[in-house]
């Protein structure tokens, strides 16, 4: 028996006794002079004091381990997460009903402990999957949370969890943001990551515990293609400025009386016809490109023999290359199937070939080489002209990325045939590229899936 049950027993004892001496003396007094009666009412007395000691000394002990029986099931039940049943049957005794509520509430917190984590796990789930980045930080500005997408954003290699954001992020634009935050000014910011040389648009909400979450969306692509339009629509405007120009002067020129002398309007007529030809070149290789960027240009894609567009396509060129005094020629195997679209691939052979004209050496040669290579036809416009620089190399499939401007206009270019090639390489399936050519020169090349001859 536990001490203060033995404290509670012993009271009890001493008060029953208390009250059975009491009675012992007041039965004693009444009954005068029969002192073997009075005797045996003390003896009854202290039997029954004894006996009813004895009894509660029991109960007690019988209560006392029925409790320990009920928590020790309980402890178990609480332990096996509330799987356990208790064993005994219920309503045994009112510990057993207690244990059975507890063990109840036991089970349900255990459900309700499921659930909670079963929740927290699917927000974690969603929030590593989420595309934006998600950074909590607490009051004291240390991270709390930082999904994949945040770690990628800012560049977050090692465990971020707990340390300061000032620890693990260097970038003054956002602590900035961060203390307008807790400060109470604007929760939403585009911020430039220099070091990783990226855009982002920062919202941030305050928690209620005194943090703060920020939501952060890479806006790098978004301000990148903002620039490419700004740019394309700056250099269509300045690309169509020339001509126009031109066009106007001659044509105003001609009115002011040039028109009276024929030789005079002859040449001001020819300059008006190729700078109207130049504009209508520039237009249609414009909606070529946009047709392209925006899918509208649908390829026949087919088989056919390469060297039919090969020998097409010199013997359209070879009076502007008589011109230059150059020798075009093919030195492509004969025989060689692809699967392509007929007119994308002469138009890019077109725009090789002027090139090679326009930018070749002079009295130079150019070859029209096509072979196959690791399961694909390569077709090369080789020349002999100054080649391309290396800085230039990475650029010149770019719109209107042009070496010498003055040249490029001065020979009618518009600076977008490469760039619409590599669209139509690209649409094929292809590849498009340019490598330096020895001595001298440049080899010009794309690739089409190679197709076996058909049986005749
Ligand atoms: P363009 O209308 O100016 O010829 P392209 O897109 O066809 O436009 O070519 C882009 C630039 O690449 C040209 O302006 C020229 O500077 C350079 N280039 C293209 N082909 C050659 C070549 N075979 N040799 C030297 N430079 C070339």
Redesign the pocket.
Known sequence: MRAPARRWLAVFAAVQLVIAVAIGFTLQSELGGQSERASTIWWWLMLTWAGSVGVTSMALIWAERSLADALQSLVATVHAGGARVRSGSAGDSVFDGIAGSVQRMAQELDVAMHSLATERNRFEAVLETMAPGVLALDATRHITSANRSARSLFEITSSCEQAALVDVLRVPSLHAFVDGVFAGGPSELEIELPAAGRHIRARASRLGDGGIVIVADDTTEIRRLERVRQDFVANVSHELRTPIAVIRANAETLLDGALESPKTAEVFVTALFRHADRLGRLVAELLDISALEAGKRVLAVEQFELAEVIEDVIAAQVPAATERGMTLRSVAHADVWVRGDWKATEQILV??I???I???RQGGTVEVAAFERDGMIRIE?R?D????EPQ?RAR??ERF?????G???D???????????KHLADAMGGAIG?DARSPR??V?WFTLSATPAPET
């Open positions: 725009n090789f002027d090139n090679a326009k930018y070749g416009v020349d002209g100054s080649g391309i230039h010149i499939f990325y042009r070496i010498d401007s040249r490029s206009r020979a009618g270019g518009t600076g977008l045939g490469l760039s619409i090639a340019m020169g440049s010009f």
